[in-house]
């Protein structure tokens, strides 16, 4: 205890002293005067004391009040930000056979404030239960395409249908319950490991341990002091653990799995994985992505041959779709060329590789 905390606490002392004291002292007298009884006494006494504490509680729950104030101020500021999208109200159609057509219709799409387009004649249908592979370079409009699917913004022209619907005109809420998603940028939270998982307080504990097996955080799991009660980061535990980008990608992908939606979306799930986990993920996407249908964004352009179908993105548009062999069969373009530069990435130092030849032969 520091000097300054030892003098605070002698002044609360002191307060205490004199505010009891004054009481007790105007029960004395009154007694001495013999205005008042005995038992009355006994009951006077225990009524101090629970004013006292009644009065205390009220001052701690003010002081906390001013505490929190400017985070609370933050916080309803956040909420208060007006939701400009057009929220509809049809109910999706709960379909136990997962039957979700999506359809991208002419779509084009500009970030608020930008000149650029971002997509542009974004034309693409995929059927239900499809694995779609998304490729193309950096900037290109793939996690753009993903954004415009899940909502998050609505297209500047055109339209996305599901089912044949404006997904507009969907309850929004219900709409955003369809997507399971982990995005590039995972964020995770300060809370415990089995939270962030089900993201919710309240869990089934069985499940998130099973998705965090498919997900591939087992062996790390059982490194944890406190398993899915260990608290992440230690912004708010000191006792929390600290997670490399690859482990937040795995426990972003058992959130993602937990969450069981029609459609699950990983934009590139492995970009901060190692080899090892990264060939895990590849090789169990299937039992991953289940009867769901599934939007992969990758630059690891072998893990899209296990996809049904391919769209190139190059500039904002979509300049090829297909699949694996088809799009190399073509010969020339831009997937072809994606997929050579990493060919020949994997064999440097050997003979130069002919461009498509390379896998066809
Ligand atoms: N919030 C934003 N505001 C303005 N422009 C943006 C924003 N986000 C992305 N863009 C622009 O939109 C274009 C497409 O970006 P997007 O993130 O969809 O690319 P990407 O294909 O996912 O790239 P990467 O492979 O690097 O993830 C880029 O030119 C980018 O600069
Ligand atoms: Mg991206």
Not at 1 to 30: H, K, P
Not at 92 to 103: A, P, T
Request: aromatic residues 12%; proline residues 3%.
């Amino acid at each position: 205890m520091t000097f300054r905390q030892f003098l605070s606490r002698l002044a609360d002392l002191a307060v205490i002293l004199l505010r009891d004291g004054a009481a007790y002292a105007v029960l004395i007298v009154r007694a001495v005067r013999g205005g008042v009884s005995v038992g009355s006494i006994a009951r006077y006494v225990s009524c101090i004391a629970l004013l006292m504490a009644a009065v205390l509680g009220l001052v701690d729950s003010v002081q906390r009040t001013l505490v929190n104030d400017k985070y609370l101020k933050r916080y309803f500021s956040y909420f208060d930000i007006p939701n400009g999208m057009y929220k509809g109200s049809l109910t999706v159609e709960k379909r136990d056979d997962n039957e979700y057509n999506v359809e991208f219709k002419d779509v084009s799409f500009r970030y608020p404030n930008a000149q650029a387009w971002a997509l542009r004649h974004v034309n693409l249908k995929f059927r239900v239960g499809e694995k779609l592979a998304v490729v193309g370079m950096n900037g290109s409009g793939k996690t753009t395409f993903i954004k415009l699917l899940c909502r998050l913004y609505d297209p500047t022209e055109g339209v996305i249908l599901l089912n044949g619907v404006d997904i507009r005109k969907y309850d929004y809420d219900e709409y955003m319950s369809l997507f399971s998603v982990v995005f590039q940028d995972v964020k995770l939270f300060a809370v415990s490991l089995g939270q962030n998982v089900a993201a919710d307080t309240d869990f089934d504990r069985e499940r998130v341990n099973a998705c965090l097996a498919r997900a591939g955080f087992e062996r790390r799991e059982s490194t944890l002091p406190k398993g899915l009660d260990t608290p992440l980061y230690k912004d708010y535990d000191k006792d929390g653990v600290e997670i490399s980008g690859g482990e937040a990608q795995k426990i972003a992908l058992a959130r993602a799995l937990y969450k069981d939606a029609p459609f699950i979306i990983l934009d590139e799930p492995t970009a901060a994985l190692d080899p090892v986990s990264e060939y895990e993920v590849y090789s169990h996407f299937n039992s991953i992505a289940g009867d769901k249908t599934a939007v992969y964004v990758s630059h690891r352009l072998a893990s899209c041959r296990f996809c049904d179908k391919i769209a190139v993105f190059d500039a904002g548009r979509i300049v090829q779709t297909g699949r694996h062999e088809e799009l190399l069969a073509a010969g020339g373009g831009k997937y072809c060329g994606l997929w050579n530069a990493q060919a020949q990435y994997f064999h440097a130092g050997k003979a130069p590789v002919t461009p498509c030849l390379y896998y066809a032969g």
